[in-house]
């Protein structure tokens, strides 16, 4: 059996920045399944799909196959044997991500390969139902959170150094409909599972949540 940890909490929380530390420090495996979920997106968009068509949406993810692999200690996603890495941040795959991921079928698709992963692997694993669908056993379980205002002014940082164009106010109109969208959603919404700690990172810093982490690592 793996050693699980377990972080969950709303879009620009930080999820997968501190889990990659963590996993890091600890020695253990990173499993990205925002990026696994940001994968499908990429397929639907490339077909030219409708998010909405819920139909066509399942009846297609068959035909992605997502694998992570790691290459010079860096994360690489691949989708049907392309590595699609680079084009995981874009705004557009996060929103069709958002709206696919209620979906039943692609769900499941993913959900199998995560599992299998946890059950051999010691992992670090980061997402909006880790600890309460996905690993509900995990032996640590982090529900990081952080103010709206905060996690839009850090994707706008973001953004702004890779030269993109974009708006704040316009950021935070999106993760306040991405967190509606998250948390009422009918197949496993985002939730703080019973037993995760809580923690809101809006005023600490990497070095400080990922040590408040760490310290509850057995």
Same mark, same amino acid.
């Given at each position: +059996? ?18 990659? &530390? ?7 495996? $990173?499993?990205?399944?925002?990026? +696994? $979920? ?7 968009? @490339? ?30 996603? $691949? ?7 680079? &084009? ?7 929103? +069709? ?27 670090? +694993? ?29 994707? $706008? ?42 923690? @809101? ?18």
């Amino acid at each position: +059996m793996g050693y699980n940890v377990a972080i969950d909490g709303p879009a620009g929380a930080g999820k997968s920045t501190i889990a990659k &530390r963590v996993a890091k420090e600890k020695g253990y495996i $990173y499993v990205d399944t925002g990026a +696994m $979920y940001r994968a499908l997106a990429v397929y639907f968009l @490339d077909k030219k799909m409708n998010p909405e068509n819920l139909d066509a949406i399942a009846a297609a993810c068959e035909g992605a196959e997502v694998k992570i692999q790691y290459e010079q200690g860096e994360q690489q996603v $691949y989708l049907n044997g392309v590595n699609i890495t680079s &084009r995981l941040r874009n705004e557009e795959v996060g929103n +069709m991500a958002s709206k696919v991921s209620a979906v039943p079928e692609v769900r499941e698709h993913l959900l199998n390969l995560q599992k299998e992963l946890a059950r051999t692997k010691d992992v670090v +694993m980061d997402g909006r139902d880790i600890g309460t669908c996905v690993l509900p056993e995990a032996d640590v379980k982090i529900f990081l959170t952080a103010s709206v205002e905060t996690r839009a002014l850090r994707r $706008y940082k973001e953004l702004e150094e890779k030269g993109v164009s974009c708006d704040l106010e316009e950021i935070k109109k999106d993760i306040k409909e991405r967190d509606e969208r998250d948390c009422t959603r009918k197949i496993a919404p985002l939730r703080q599972a019973e037993d995760a700690v809580l923690i @809101d990172s809006s005023d600490m810093t990497i070095e400080e949540v990922v040590k408040a982490i760490t310290d509850n690592i057995v």
